[in-house]
Nanobody, 124 residues
Framework: QVQLVESGGGSVQAGDSLTLSCAIS????????IAWFRQAPGKEREGVAS??????????DYADSVKDRFIISPASAKNTVYLQMNNLNPEDTAMYYC???????????????WGQGTQVTVSL
C-alpha cells in the first residue's frame, strides 16, 4: 500500500520560510516523479514543484509563481521529498499536497498517488 504523508505546514508571516516534508512508503522515490500541488479556497489545484528522482540526482521543475523562491529536494535514504519555501507571501496560502507518479509522467499531469495535505497560511 502506497502512502504519502505531508507535514510541516503552519501559519507564518509574509517573508518567512517554511519547509514541507512528504514521507513516502510503499514505493521508492528513486525512479519516480514526486510533486507538490496546492489548492487555495475557491481556486483550481495547481502544480508548484515537481522532481524526477533518479539514482544520485533529481531534475526539478517549478511553476513560474514560485520559481526562485521554492526548492524541491529528495532525501533518498529517508524516502522523503522536501519543499523549502522562502519569502512566502499571502498568495501562497493554500492546502499543499504531495503526489507521486511514474518518472516518465508529465511534470504537472496525472498523478497516481496523493497525500492528505498540509495547510500553509501566510499573513501580512
Amino acid at each position: 500500500q502506497v502512502q504519502l504523508v505531508e507535514s510541516g505546514g503552519g501559519s507564518v508571516q509574509a517573508g518567512d520560510s517554511l519547509t514541507l516534508s512528504c514521507a513516502i512508503s510503499g514505493i521508492t522515490i528513486v525512479n519516480n516523479r514526486i510533486a507538490w500541488f496546492r489548492q487555495a479556497p475557491g481556486k483550481e489545484r495547481e502544480g508548484v514543484a515537481s522532481l524526477a528522482v533518479h539514482a544520485g540526482y533529481g531534475v526539478p521543475d517549478y511553476a513560474d509563481s514560485v520559481k526562485d523562491r521554492f526548492i524541491i529536494s529528495p532525501a533518498s535514504a529517508k524516502n522523503t521529498v522536501y519543499l523549502q519555501m522562502n519569502n512566502l507571501n499571502p498568495e501562497d496560502t493554500a492546502m499543499y499536497y504531495c503526489a507521486a507518479t511514474l518518472i516518465r509522467g508529465s511534470v504537472f499531469g496525472e498523478y497516481k498517488y496523493w497525500g492528505q495535505g498540509t495547510q500553509v497560511t501566510v499573513s501580512l
